[in-house]
C-alpha cells in the first residue's frame, strides 16, 4: 500500500514541480546551451525490474565525456555552470519528467549504469531492482555513491525495507536542503 501512494505522490508532485519550474527550465536549458552547446543529457540507466530507461538530466560535464559513472570521471570535464548546477542539484530537474512517466520514483535508490557490473550484481543479490530507481534516497543524503557498491547496495537494501511515508519526505527534505554532496568525480 505504501508503495502505491508513493507512486501517486510522485506522479502529482513531479506533475506540478514541472508545471511550476517550466520558466526556470527554459532559462536553464538555455543557459547550458551557451555553456555546452547541448544542454539536455540523456544516458540509458538500469531501471526497476533491470529494463534499460533513458535518464534525462541537465549537462553538467562537455559533450563528449566518456560514459562513465560520475566517480570514474575526471573533474576537468566538469563545465563552471554545470559545477554549479551540480552543488544546488538543479542538474537532476529533469528527472522529474522520468518520475512522471513512471520509470524513476522521488524516492529510490540512484539508478546506475550497465557496465558498473559490480554494482549491479550487489544491487541483484539485494533485490535493489525490484522497485523503481529515483532521485534521492538514503545512500544520497548520507554521500554514499556508486564508488562503493557493496554499501551502496547494502543502504540502498534498508532504505527499501524500511521506506515509510515519512522516511520518503524526509529524504527528499534532506535533498532540498543540502544534505548529501551527489556523485563523486575524480580530482585531476
Known amino acids: 500500500m505504501t508503495f502505491l501512494f508513493i507512486r501517486l505522490l510522485d506522479f502529482l508532485f513531479a506533475l506540478f514541480g514541472l508545471l511550476f519550474a517550466f520558466p526556470f527550465l527554459l532559462i536553464l536549458t538555455l543557459i ?20 534499460p530507461f533513458k535518464l534525462i538530466k541537465f549537462r553538467t560535464m562537455t559533450v563528449g565525456t566518456a560514459s562513465v559513472a560520475s566517480h570514474l570521471a575526471s573533474a576537468a570535464s566538469i563545465t563552471k555552470f554545470g559545477s554549479f548546477i551540480r552543488k544546488t542539484k538543479l542538474d537532476e530537474l529533469p528527472q522529474l519528467w522520468n518520475v512522471l512517466k513512471g520509470e524513476m520514483s522521488l524516492v529510490g535508490p540512484r539508478p546506475n549504469l550497465f557496465n558498473q557490473k559490480e554494482l549491479v550484481v550487489e544491487r541483484e543479490s539485494r533485490g535493489v ?18 564508488s562503493t557498491p557493496a554499501l551502496l547496495a547494502k ?12 522516511c520518503y519526505f524526509k529524504y527528499i527534505l534532506q535533498t532540498v536542503t543540502g544534505s548529501g554532496s551527489g556523485d563523486r568525480v575524480t580530482k585531476d
Open 32 to 51: 547550458g546551451y551557451f555553456d555546452t552547446g547541448s544542454p539536455i543529457f540523456i544516458q540509458e540507466r538500469v531501471g526497476r525490474f533491470k529494463k
Open 129 to 146: 531492482y525490484n522497485v523503481r530507481p529515483g532521485i534521492t534516497g538514503l545512500a544520497q543524503v548520507n554521500d554514499i555513491d556508486m
Open 155 to 166: 543502504t540502498d537494501e534498508k532504505m527499501i525495507l524500511t521506506l515509510t511515508i515519512s
